[in-house]
């Protein structure tokens, strides 16, 4: 169980590029990041606003000389300092990702990154190498893969409780793109405008979610050929997505089914994992994060509660809260950022024996994550047709 001890010792010295006052997605970072006091948020170009960035920064408790208008200020000055950031965050669009994490990592400090990583996997390759020489951790943040009960279906399917897998069924919907984006934010219309989204929508923005928790739930499953359906129902969307439905065969005969969309209306938003092998089926779903149901042919349905004793070593080690008090998505970014935190450490250390062994969502997960949108979208442009993945 984890408790807050300090596993990394001192805290890192962590600054954030974007995740400023007016998006969500910078509390989920800080959250996750100060939860365990493994970071230190010293420094940030907090917004495009520059004043605006200032004032956030100086409310979050950070020195005013430390909140900078620009990323490329934020490295500059930084990387002269004694006590300069070790880590930065990029908590911002997009189609800033591979600049703002090339110019970090070239000036020798380590990367959180927001997802889907960058556009392409030839950028993604590019950074990884770049990382492996300058001995830098990329660390990728996909949500609910810290979550215990994630941990525990791993577990399960690596012990041969579920049998031979079968089948994969994955959905995340919401219905909040339901309507046009006549007085959509700015945070919904760079997300549906392709020179700062990317290649897709909806399966970069929630989709690769669902891919990414099942690759740590079934990490020896190879897809060898998809089919993507995807359409835009708002037409001021195009061709970007804002649902699409993708069918995937593994290499074993398994078969996997993939729902994602913005326009399921009147839904405030789910993920659900199922997972069927030859034995029994497990399922979970972040509307009910503290349950799991296990499901063995032939005998009553069994709902599993995260924290207790009779779950796998691998969700017990995770978990925060306890069985009485339910684990969420907070907690699950604490244990990502933790996992991210442990490497950075190991990596100043060299010591390549811990990093072997070590869970943490990194350079390999972000391109995995990229390279399914570059084959969905691929499919999706041969009129929804079967492509061999590559």
């Not at 993604?124 to 810290?146: D, N, P, R």
């Not at 959509?184 to 690769?208: C, H, M, Q, Y």
């Not at 069927?276 to 599993?304: F, M, N, T």
């Not at 969502?361 to 990229?370: F, H, L, S």
Request: glycine share 10%; charged share 20%.
């Amino acid at each position: 169980m984890i408790n807050g001890e300090k596993t990394t010792g001192q805290a890192l010295r962590w600054g954030m590029v974007g995740g400023g006052r007016t998006g969500q997605v910078g509390y989920k970072h800080r959250t996750g990041a100060q939860r365990d006091g493994t970071y230190q948020l010293l420094a940030g170009a907090f917004d495009l606003d520059a004043e605006q960035g200032r004032d956030f920064g100086r409310n979050l408790g950070v020195a005013e000389e430390r909140c900078y208008a620009t990323y490329q200020e934020l490295i500059a000055s930084e990387s002269q300092r004694a006590d300069g950031v070790e880590v930065v965050s990029v908590a911002t669009p997009n189609f800033s990702h591979y600049e703002i994490t090339r110019a970090l990592l070239q000036a020798g400090i380590h990367v959180v990154c927001e997802k889907p990583l960058f556009f392409t996997v030839a950028e993604c390759v590019e950074i990884k190498k770049l990382a492996e020489e300058k001995g830098l951790i990329v660390g990728v943040t996909y949500g609910f893969t810290g979550h215990p009960l994630v941990h525990q279906m791993a577990a399960m399917v690596a012990k041969g409780m579920l049998g031979d897998i079968r089948l994969i069924d994955l959905q995340y919907t919401h219905g909040f793109n339901a309507g046009d984006d006549s007085d959509a934010s700015e945070a919904v219309k760079w997300r549906t405008n392709p020179k700062t989204s990317g290649p897709t929508f909806v399966l970069g923005d929630i989709g690769t979610h669902l891919y990414y928790l099942s690759e740590v739930v079934l990490p020896e499953l190879k897809i060898e050929k998809l089919l993507c359906d995807r359409k835009s129902f708002i037409a001021s969307r195009e061709p970007l997505e804002d649902h699409a439905t993708v069918l995937m065969h593994y290499h074993n005969g398994a078969r996997g089914r993939l729902w994602v969309t913005s326009v399921n209306a009147g839904n405030m938003g789910s993920q659900r994992y199922r997972f069927v092998g030859s034995k029994a089926s497990v399922e979970w779903s972040d509307a009910h994060p503290d349950q799991l149901s296990y499901e063995i042919q032939g005998e009553p349905i069994r709902i599993l509660h995260h924290g207790m004793p009779y779950l796998e070593a691998e969700s017990l080690a995770l978990d925060r809260m306890g069985a009485l008090h339910t684990e969420g998505l907070g907690d699950s970014w604490a244990n990502i950022y933790l996992w991210i935190a442990q490497a950075i450490r190991a990596q100043q250390r060299a010591d390549q024996v811990f990093l072997a062994g070590h869970h943490c969502p990194g350079i390999d997960a972000g391109t995995e994550g990229v390279r399914w949108l570059e084959n969905c979208v691929r499919s999706a442009d041969a009129d929804a047709s079967w492509v061999e993945y590559t």
